[in-house]
């Protein structure tokens, strides 16, 4: 009798034909030479100048020098088959003071950069905002500041009539949620302010720019051939029991992190929750600003890592949650569980919970300790392979379960200034020897190119 064939291997992994298959980075993490060319400073240069900040006070002053090298990056793309790039704009090279004059030499550098992207058949996916604020925007109190959403709107609009004829797929964020939480709340990202108090504000203005800058989009040229979204990161919550107060718990760290932007994008108001979790620190908004904040939208681009398992915690302020570690599970150098099944559930959530949007996964990657050499030219990474294997299979899992998934984008293209981390932690799918700038693809992103070249048939096996 021959034995039965392994389930996995009589399963199929096919991607649709037309599926986007990208990998993705931002501006303040690979480009370097961060005022060069008349940008002016943002953020993340004071804050990564600021001594304490980042590990071993390391900046994005050269980065991974793509700024000059983006040819060279384009090329390794090409090499790996990808049909699309994630990609996005430093906000202070456009508008060195973040309003008023434009940086013609700002938008040159993103306009040679979408030409070589294209001249190589691969998709310039663009998002607007990816956490690199103008410094001087900051000093004019940054997200606290109503007047942001017409600063937001301005440098938008600008950047759709600049690239609008070529660039089809807009994001206005990057992840509002670490924006308030990490800039406003914890403080461990720029600007570093621990205030209860500014984070929903923080949170409402990044909320109100995205609205008006998809209304704008609207309103231009580009509308007629883009499309507009935005990108959030999900981490689903597990209760630790099935306790009341762990499923209290639960509630509240999923709204403040999975509803907190979606249900007013989507939905056109907060969740309850928001109010229990703040306190007097939670604002009244008006009908308009739910109204502004509700555009429809062409996508929703989605960030997965991990999921986390929570419980009650009375002293863990504002949520009153704890994270429980699941130490019998795989873990990345970030610390993050590897649980694929949560991005099958995120994903098949979004869809009942919003109906249907389409769906771009716009990052999911792993930071894994890597051989400190090159052998024989080659670095070997077989944990990170893994990584993509299983949540390849968890999203084209959904996606035979109904989600309307359109695309994947490896995060990230290349080992990266992964903020307060520094260089401490690599995610790239190409190793970067940070004194040399050499470029080695590794095993990892030589398995995501047979992914792509197979359509997700490799994925089977
Ligand atoms: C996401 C960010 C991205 C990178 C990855 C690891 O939260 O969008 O810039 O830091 O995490």
Redesign the pocket.
């Given at each position: 009798m021959r034995p039965a064939p392994d389930a996995a291997m009589t399963e199929s992994f096919r991607f649709p034909d037309d599926f986007v298959w990208g990998t993705a980075t931002?501006a303040y993490?690979i480009e370097g030479s961060p005022t060069a060319d008349g940008a002016g400073r943002s953020i993340w240069h004071r804050f990564s100048h600021t001594p304490g900040n980042t590990w071993l006070n390391e900046t994005g002053d050269v980065a991974c020098d793509h700024y000059r090298r983006y040819k060279d990056d384009i090329a390794i793309m090409a090499e790996l088959g990808a049909n699309a790039y994630r990609f996005s704009i430093a906000w202070a090279r456009i508008f060195p003071q973040g309003t008023g004059a434009v940086n013609k030499k700002g938008i040159d550098f993103y306009s040679r950069l979408v030409d070589e992207l294209l001249k190589r058949g691969i998709k310039p996916n663009v998002t607007l905002y990816?956490w690199d604020l103008p410094e001087a925007l900051d000093d004019r109190g940054g997200w606290l500041n109503r007047d942001i959403a017409d600063w937001f709107a301005d440098y938008a609009v600008t950047m759709f009539d600049a690239l609008g004829d070529r660039v089809e797929i807009w994001s206005t964020l990057?992840?509002p949620w670490?924006v308030s939480d990490g800039g406003y709340l914890s403080g461990v990202l720029a600007p570093g302010h621990s205030n209860l108090f500014e984070a929903p504000i923080a949170a409402h203005n990044l909320l109100r720019s995205h609205g008006v800058a998809v209304e704008r989009f609207r309103s231009t040229k580009a509308a007629r051939k883009g499309k507009i979204g935005i990108t959030v990161?999900l981490e689903p919550k597990y209760p630790a029991s099935d306790s009341p107060e762990d499923l209290a718990a639960v509630r509240r760290a999923d709204a403040y992190m999975n509803r907190q932007y979606l249900d007013p994008v989507f939905l056109g108001r907060y969740p309850e929750e928001m109010q229990e979790i703040f306190g007097e620190a939670w604002p009244t908004w008006s009908d308009d600003d739910m109204r502004l904040i509700k555009q429809p939208i062409d996508f929703l681009g989605v960030?997965y890592?991990t999921r986390r398992v929570e419980r009650y915690h009375p002293d863990h302020l504002p949520l009153r949650t704890k994270h429980v570690p699941q130490p019998q599970h795989i873990h990345t150098e970030t610390n993050w569980e590897v649980y694929p099944e949560a991005l099958t559930r995120v994903l098949l959530w979004i869809t009942e919970r919003y109906g249907k949007p389409p769906i771009y996964i716009t990052?999911n990657g792993a930071a894994f300790y890597d051989p400190p050499h090159t052998i024989d030219g080659r670095v070997e990474d077989p944990l990170r392979v893994e990584y993509f294997r299983v949540h390849l299979r968890a999203a084209h899992e959904a996606m035979r379960k109904g989600a309307d998934l359109r695309g994947y984008y490896a995060?990230s293209l290349l080992d990266n200034y992964?903020?307060a981390h520094g260089y401490s932690k690599r995610?790239g799918i190409v190793h970067v020897d940070f004194s040399t700038q050499q470029r080695t693809i590794k095993s990892s992103g030589r398995y995501y190119a047979s992914v792509i070249a197979s359509k997700g048939a490799i994925l089977a096996k």
């Open positions: 931002s993490q990816h990057n992840e670490v990161n960030n890592y990052e995060w992964e903020w995610f």
